[in-house]
Every structure is written in C-alpha cells, then in structure tokens.
C-alpha cells in the first residue's frame, strides 16, 4: 500500500476588509494556492481569540496564520495594533513551550495584494507541510 | 579600514544618526568657528552621512570645532554635528602618533589670560 | 523570619476592631499542620487572640478575597498587606473589583516567605515549628529538634523579590523597603536559551504532572471573573474534567494569557500548585516579552495604568520580529 | 434544532468546472440540522433565488447556507432573498467556493472535498446563529459646530442652508478666528477681513444658526444621532439681547491698559471691549480681570453710559443643555510659543516677532493701521528677516517644537515678503528656508514672484542665532548654496511659528470619545476615504483641528464635513449594523478592559443589582455596549478575559464551531 502523501491542515482567519478581500482578489486573478488552506472570515484580525487557535490545533490543525489589514489601514483604525500585540505575545509563548514557531504566523495583506496572499499561502504550507504533522501542542503533557 | 567601516564607527561612537539631517544648515548658521573651518558643521554632517570621511580626517576643521555644543542645542533634527565632529576627530587623532597636542606644548600656552580649565579641556580633546 | 510579629498585628487588629474602623479583619490561622496556614476572617477580639497566627508560612496573598468579602460584608474589613499584595491589590482596584471604601489595609514589610516543599525536602515528620532569630527550630518525630536557616527553605519568589515596597495601604506597619532589581527573569531566560526541543522536553515535563486541580486559577489574585471561561458551557471550552490530554495545555496557555499584564508576579499559583508545576515561569515569560517589546511594565505598580496588551504604539514589533529579537539576544 | 437548506451554485461553470457541485450538495446533506440541499447553475438569478424562497416555505427552513462565490459579492442579495422568503436576513451563511475554492484550485477531487468543507464550516455557524435585528435610533435634526473659525462659519452656513438648525459655540467674544487676524490671503492677496466678515454676518443673519460666543462645551453624552451636551455661557456681564455695539462703553472705560488679544498684545484695549468693529456678536464683553467694577466695586461708568441699560455686573455663568444629531469640531490651530527659542532672542526683543503678529502690524485695523512700524521704537524697518519652520520639522525637540510641516508658513512669509516690498520698495527681505514647500494652485508662481518680481532675497540655510545689539538684531546664519556664513543687522526678525491644535482640543476629544494622535491632532475614521469624519460615529472634522491647512483647504472640508452631517441629519432614523458587541452583565467583571480597546467608546459602565443564588442582593459594576456606537470589530470580546463580551453574528461558539468544521 503506498503511503499517503502528507498534506497538513491550515486554518487562515482573515479580515472581512482586507485579507479576505485579498484573498477573493487572489481568486478573481486565479493565483493558485494549496487546497489545504480554509479561510474563516472575521470582522477584523482582532476578532481572534487565542482560544480559536488553539482550538485548531486542539482539532489538529497543523498551521494557523492569521490575515488582517496593514498596521494603520485598520478598517477599524485600531484593531490590528492589538492584534500584533496579542499574537506577538501568545506565538512567542507556544515558541516558550517547544512549538515549532513556523506553525504560527501572522501576515498582513491588503485588499490589492491578491498575488501576497496566494505567495503567503504557498510559503506557509511548504512550511508547515515540511514541519509535518503538529505533534507538539497535543503532547505536551504526555510524556512518554 | 573601509570607508563603510569607517562610516559605522563614527556614526556608532557618535551615538547619533546622519540620516535624520533634513539639511537646514541651522548647524552652521549658529557655529562660532564657521569662518574659521574648511569644512563646515553641515558639511561634516553630509560627508560623513555618504562615507567622504578621508578629507575630514586631514582637515585642519577638527580642530576649529570649539565643542560648544551650540549646533548640538539648536539642531532641530537631533543630529548634532559636534558629536559627529568629535567622532571624527577622535578616529584622527587615535592613530599612533596622531596626538595633537603634547604635554610639552602646554607650557606655551600657559599665561595670565588663559584659564587653566581650557587648557585641561583642551588637552583631553585634542589627545587619546 | 519576620521583623512584623504577630503581637503587633494582633494589637492593631483588635485596636481597629475595637474603635470601630473595621468590622472585620482578614488573617491567617493555623491549619492541620504549623506550617499549613490557611486565611481566615475574624469578627471578635477573642477569635483573634485565639486563633491568629503570622509566620514564614503566612504567604498567602489576601487581596482576591477582598472581592468576595467587601461585598458581603457591612462596613469595612481590615486587610493586612505584604509587598506583594498590595501589587495585587491595586491590579485589582484598576479593574474596579472591589470598593476601595470598604476596605483598611495595613501595610506590612516581608523578609520572604518559606516553602513548604522546600522545608519538607529537609525533614520529615514535623510536628511543630518555633521561629528564632538564627532560623527555625523543627520539632521532629523521627530525628529530634532540627535548626533549619530560613535561607535554606525561602520560596523561589522570594528569593528572587521583585519588591519590598508597599505601594498600597492607609497604614504601615514599620518600614516600606524598594523595589528590587531582581534576578527573577534568569529562569525564563535559561529556558529562552534551550533548543525548542529542550524547551518542549521541560515543559512537557512539568505540564504532565498537572491534575487540572483549578488551585492556580482560585489562588491566582488576577482570576476573579465572576464566571471563568473554563467553567462556562457556553464559552465553548469549558472542561472540567479533561477529555483530552490537550485541554491541560490549553487551560494553562489560556490562563497565562488571561492574565498577562495584569498578573503581578506574586508567585500564589506555583505556591499552591499541589504538583510543583513552576506556572509562575509561563507569567513571567510574558511579563518579560511585554517588558522587552513595549516597555517596562508593572501591574498594580499604580492604580489606573494601562496594560500593555489593552494598549499599542504605531511602531511595535511585528511578531516576526519578536522572534528575531530573541535571536539576536541569544 | 435548525432546519437549514443547502444551496449550492455552479456559477455557470466557473465553480462546477472544479468542484462536483452535486457531490457537494450530497455531502452536505449528512450534514446535522441540514433538511435539504440542492444545487443550481447560477443562484443568484431571479430562478435561484426564486428557488431559495421556494424551498424555505416548503421545508419550513430556518436556515440558509448558499455555497457560491464571495460572501462579499452575494452575501446582501442573498441576505434579501431570505428576508422576501420571511426569514430572519442574518440567517443565510455564504460558503465561498468560487473566489476561495475553485478559482484558485485546478483539480475537481481536490476542489470538491475543500467546498464540501467550506460547506460544513457554514452549516456548523448557521447552526448556531440567531435572528438578529438592527437597532433603530432617532436622528435629533440638529447640529453643533464646535468653533466659529473659518471651519466652523462654512460648515455651519452650508448645513443651515441644507435647512437644519445649527448652534455654534465659541470661546472668545467674537466668531471670526485666526482668519479674521489676517491682513491678505494667498495666493491671490484679497483682504481677508473682505472675504470672511461678509460670512460672518452670513452666520448672524441665518434665522438656522444660533450663537453662543464666549461659551464653551463642558460635556459630552449620547452617540450617534443622540448627543446630549452642555454649553458653559460664560458671563460677559452684558445682556447679548440689548447691547446694540455702539462702543460708548468702551471709549469710556478708564481701565484702558490691558493686552489687546486680537492684537497679539502688541496695543492696548479697555475692560470692557469689542474685539474689533465686525465682530460677531456685536457685543460688549467685560474682562472680569481688568474691571474695578467687578473686583472691588467702585466705577460702574460703562454701566452709566450704556444707552441701552445692557450692563450687567451680577451675570453668572449660564449651563445650557441641548439635544444634537451631529457634532463638528472646529477648534482650529495657534501658534506655538516661541519663549524656549532663545536663539530667536524671541523674548528679549520686541522687534522679533511671529507672522501672526506681523499680520496685525501691516493690517489696516491693526495697532499701527497697517503701517508697518517697530514694536520697540516704532520706526520704520529697512532690513527685514524671516526665519522659516521655527518650530516645525523638529524632531529632537518635541519640548520645544513640533515633528510635522506647519504647511501654511512658506506661502504666508511669500506673502508677507512680497507684501512688504510691493509697499516699501527701500526695505531690503531676506527669507531664510530649508524648503519651499508651494504644493497648490498658483503657489509656486506666487512664491516665483516675490523672488523674481518683488526681488526677496530667498536664502537657503537656516539662521543659527539673534543677538539684539542697541536698536538692531545681529542676525547669524548660513547660507548654504554660497557655503558662507552671514551676518545681517536686521531692523526686524519674524518667526514662521509652527502650529498646533488648540488647547481646547484634547479635553474636548476626550469628552467625545474621538481620536487624537500624538500631536493632539483628531484622527480621520479613514486617512483617504473618510477624511472629514472621526472614528466615532456622528463626530465630524473641519478645519487645522484634523491636521495644519490653509483657507481654501479648510474651506473644502467645512463643507465636506456639512455635507456628511446634512446625510445624517436627514436620516429619521439610523440603523445600525446588528453584528455589534455585547455584554452579558451575569458573566461581566467590570474590569474595564473592553472600555480601553474600543475605538468608538461604545462601552459604558453602570453599577447594577444582582440578586444572588443565596437570596442577598449585589451591586456590580458591569459593561454595556451601545449597538448604534458599536461598529463590531470584535477587538472588546478578545480583551475580555471572562468571555462575557461577545459579538452577535461572530459569537465566540460560531468561530469554535467553524473551526471545528474545518478541522473535524
């Protein structure tokens, strides 16, 4: 039986305002980009609770990124400032923990950067894919 | 040493940053010793901001400087030519043999005008 | 051993009690064992004479009570406060937790708390403790009297004291000390210099001794949400009794995020951590990164600053920079 | 238990060419709470949606799922679709298969198994959604302009012609502001006072607008639609209603030595006084410091005069509170002070001086007619300097001066250099800049003018230090294209001051919640698209108070700004976007950390009664989102550590579920 080529699962949140929308722009120009990628749509990247993430990878989740609008362009003019202290803050925990800190990222992409939100993506799954399976996170507490 | 190193260790022992002069020449419009220099404060600023430190280093300008500080309370930038000035000067004068000023030269200077102070500071200045 | 005894906290809580300032006063008594204390409040002057203790082992941070007790309580209830605590105390009157009306602290200096488990690992069988100035004197069943010098058994966080200064109180009790320059980061930092699979290693190590016991959080001054998400079936991650081996990791990553910029450092949740799990490691591992990116930061320093995670320069770090900044530090 | 309906588009073949629509529609169909699905080639049609409406009443659906191209493209038709089907419009989730699936996707296995995923992240949200209502506010059909400079004067006249009330409030006596102090106006050198009293009088003649001069605003409640405010009347000690501005008081005073504010101090005016003869309200106003009267009770003589009887010395401060749908702040700009440039010899001598103060020594009603004469001496100067960016572009000395471009000040000192050599050809000029910076229309080619016209004497280099030696300045300088240092004994020296906000400003903005940046400047809810409006909803900028201006500018976004109020004004009601915040009070803490993210200040406190379990009753402190302040970023829910703030349509347990969906 041949192995089953291994594909990780990536979870993206992205802004409704600008990620998501670049993300949409990626698609309307056809830029290709793993199928392992699923987008959730948030109002805004500061939307994102550390819970979700985690929740990911509590359901096996092999990457997580997170998308918003470029510092200051913040459809909400402040939301992504707190974002890039709350992630800074939880990823630079999980990297504290032994977690492989390619699994995290967060990736500012506009409405007009179609073609960087098809290269984050891209870059992202080589990434996690050459990481392999996220072991980590659900063994932390299992010695064995 | 290459004009790049050169650059940094003037620019890292100055402690301040070149880029940040937007070029008003306020620096110069205060400076006391402007007559006296070849090379004036926002010259020193823009030739050791593009690495042209050769010609700085041989001029008789290092020593004009009077280290008042005027151009370093005034400058508007926080780039403060006197502290580039005195980086440079130091680079110069940290050669061997580079000293400019000698124990033996203090006894000609010494005369009722002349405050002792200055001739202390003088030394210290002009001397690794 | 402490320079402020117990006389002297007794004759001013039975001094307020009696002219009327408080009605109450929040303490310690003595549990089980002597060096198992437990907080108590007392309402009359006898109870106080009766059962009042304060010693080494007095570590206790009294401020998360003041939630549950002003409330309650007519009039005002007397707390007594050690450096520590009163970093806690005034975290807590930032995030309005209790009526600052109804409370009277009284300030007190600390010269470090001893460890239980420290002590424990010395000798066995204690039957009971008498405090002197050269150090303690442990009554044993098995090896007699043994003098124990408070260095030897000082907890971990008081080793490295963050500060002995009171920065909240209406009275102090002798003299306020200063804020320390601490050596507390050097553990985070040791960790910080460790493979990532060294730190996994470590880390795996310790979190796989946690029972999910919910000491560190109902200890913790900073965890007195009315609901905690951990109890909340509509949060979606409620657990109380863990399904999976990953829920552990979760609660303690949630819970030090929870409380980051807010948590004081006082060190209750690896006091009370029935396991000895250093959670205090994974709080100041925060309190560090929140020191290095965005300033030095000290929650509960004063009342009404704002923390670092509910605030933002134009400028910050990117979070691929703070990775960065490790690097170049390492 | 919801009853959801899969609806899955093929979009002609731009999705059914990568995913197998039908196997996506089967799929979801196992899927829990999924009573019926189907697909169709383009659901956005009249047939699709059509089909939508159908279904709903057939399968008694309470849910909908359409999976097809970007939520951002169909989401509202989609939305109206299942509001004509009866259902509640936030009860239809988008699944996108086309934008972020079979676009972007070459392979159909590949394509189908991710829309099949995608599928279930929706029906796991709609599962948990709720029917959810735009809150409804009335809209109070009237506006207030917070400062009656130039800003406020436009924006107030273009909305009371649009036919709403408007109220302005002032701090000084008089509208008018800086642009009443000026002599002429760049580029085209119209007098001022020409252009501006005509509007003023404008403002006191429109039967829409009220004002209250020398009054100021002390609060701030309410939102969008809602602000209540009150306005302090500060007592003149003269009744507005009689006083007809005859000036008999004024010429009568004996206390005549006091600052002339009008004038940057540079002449004298009595205690009680009129700020200039077209001031608006034409009203006497008694400076309570200066009036003997007042102080110790002896004179009374302005009160003898007054024709009128409008002399008042017991009037108090007067609070009135007034209902607004739209808020303007105008508050304008100042000058900075020049006392910490001890290289200017600012405050040593008189004859160095600020471009506002010179606008006054060459106006026609200014302290010397419009002579242009010495503050010391009164003599006429021969060698003029002007000294740019005194303040401006400073970034070490943020004590001192200020980081950002005053803007205004090249084409201002172009005028005045040009001004004064076109009156007094003997005067020799000297500009000394760093950049000239003319970046409008008919800037440059004024600015060419008054060097190759006029022949002022531009001199690239900044002047290092002013020295006053007897009755001339040793001015010092560089010049830095003929690398020589110069000396010039001037007769006069003026400093291009940078600006900056009015004080008034910050305590404003914090009263209504609205942004600053570091500068105290107000920051726009969008930098270009939404730049005369603030962050929080029904606050609007107008004029230097948003960022430095000259008058056309200003002008513009006096009116941008009124017309952006009259849109809101002529609202009856506002609808809000129902995915807000909100707070629920039994989990709430009170910690306030949601107050301190939320860009909109939509969070309030209030201490409430909860009964307890055990029969007591407890008061706590607990947060309160108001849904038409609340634009739902979702920043609070994140900062919350009790997970008692949640967002409707983004609820905390929709994203688990999604998420749970996508990672099954």
Redesign the interface.
Known sequence: MQMKEYKP?I?AFCC?WCS??G??L???N????P?DV???????S???????I????????DGVILCGCH??DC?????N??T??????????????????ER???EWVSAAEGAKF?ATMNDFVEKVTALGENK????????R | MNKKNLREEIVLRAGVNPKKCMKCGKCSGTCPAYDEMEYHPHQFVNMVDTGDIEPLLNSESLYKCLTCFACVERCPRGVEPAKLIEAVRLSAIRKQGANRMTPNDVPAFVDEDTPQQLLVSAFRKYTK | MQKITRDQLITKAVELLSNGTVSAVLGWKKGEFDYDITPAVFTTEEEINNGFVYNDFCGANFSKYLVAKTKKLEGKILVFLKPCDSYSFNQLLTEHRFDREKVYAVGIGCEGMADVVKLKNKVDGIVSIDYNDDGMYVDTLYDGTVKVDYAEVMAERCINCKSKKCVAYDELLGEDGEVIDSARFDE?AS??AMT??????????E??R?IRCNACRDACPACTCEKC?FDNPGS??ENKAPV???????FH??R??HV?GRCTDCGECSRVCPQNIPLHL?NR??IK??NE??GEYQAGAEVGSRA???????G????????ER?ENDA | MQRIGVFVCWCGSNIAGTVDVKAVAQALKLEPGVVFSTDYQYMCSQAGQNMIIDAVKEHNLTGIVVCSC????HEATFRKTAAAAGLNPYMVEIA?I????S????EMP??T??AI??GK?AVAKVNLNTPLTPGESPVTKRALVIGGGIAGIQTALDIADAGFPVDIVETKPTIGGKMAQLDKTFPTLDCAACILTPKMVDVAQHDKIRIFSYSEVTEVKGFVGNFDVTIKKKARFVDETKCTGCGDCVDKCPMKKNPNEFNMGMDNRSAIYIPFAQAVPKVATIDAGACTMLKKGKCGLCSKVCGAGAIDYTQKDQFIEEKYGAIVVATGFNPISMDKFDEYAYSQSKDVITSLEFERLTNAAGPTQGKLLRPSDGKHPHKIVFVQCVGSRCASCAEKGKEYCSKICCMYTAKHAMLTRDKYPDTEVYVFYIDVRTPGKNFDEFYRRAVEEYGVNYIKGMVGKITPEGDVLKVQASDLISNKQLHIDADLVVLAAAIEPDKSARPLATMLTA?MDTNDFF?E??PKLRPVES?TAGVFLSGACQGPKDIPETVSQAGAAASKVIGLLCKDKLTGNP?VASSNEMMCNGCSSCER?C?YGAITYTDKEFRMPDRTTQVRRVASVNPAVC?????C???CPSGAMD?RG?A?NQ??A???A???
Request: include cysteine.
């Open positions: 699962l979870v409704n998501y929308a993300a949409d990626a698609g309307n056809r830029l290709n980009y199928a699923k987008i959730i749509r948030v109002p805004c500061c939307r994102v609770n550390p819970m979700f985690l929740r990911a990878f509590q359901r096996g989740a510092p200051g459809h909400y003019t402040s939301g400032y707190y890039r202290r709350r992630m800074a803050m939880l990823f630079s925990m999980l990297d504290y923990l032994g977690i492989e800190r995290t990222r967060v098809a980590r996170l659900e063994d932390l507490r299992c010695k | 985070v960790l910080e990532p699979d060294e730190r996994f290693a470590f880390w795996q190590g979190l796989s946690c998400v979606g991650v999976t081996s990953f829920e552990e990791q979760m990553i949630i030090a995020f980051a994974l591992k925060f990164d929140m990116c965005y670092p995670l509910v605030d933002y320069t134009e910050d770090l990117e979070p691929g920079e703070v990775f490790g | 970007s939520p951002r493209m996108n086309r934008e972020q699936c676009w972007v996707h070459k590949i394509g198994e991710k995923i995608l992240a942004s920051t809810a969008h962050p995915c993210v860009p634009q739902g970023c979702g920043c829910t994140v900062a967002l983004f905390n994203i688990m999604e998420v749970d996508i990672c099954k």
